[in-house]
């Protein structure tokens, strides 16, 4: 068991490094993004951990399409 904490993941890893360090990972945190929705959400999905919502106002893509209380941890802040 690991938590990476660090600044900026694009400086530091690059696009493909950070894809891999999410892949590494169990859990990944989704802060809110700028609008309702966050492009972290995606990336999430895409590197195949479970995201965690930290947000108390996010509005998930496609909610009327899936359920994602079914693969999402949503933590109020």
């Not at 995606?42 to 947000?55: H, N, Y």
């Not at 998930?60 to 079914?70: R, V």
Request: proline residues 8%; contains cysteine; glycine residues 8%.
């Amino acid at each position: 068991f690991a938590i990476h904490a660090y600044g900026s993941i694009q400086e530091m890893y690059g696009p493909v490094g950070m894809q891999s360090l999410m892949g590494n990972s169990r859990f990944c945190l989704v802060p809110r993004g700028r609008a309702a929705w966050s492009v972290r959400f995606f990336e999430a999905l895409w590197a195949g951990c479970v995201p965690v919502l930290l947000s108390d106002y996010y509005e998930p893509p496609f909610d009327a399409l899936f359920d994602i209380t079914e693969f999402v941890i949503k933590w109020p802040v």
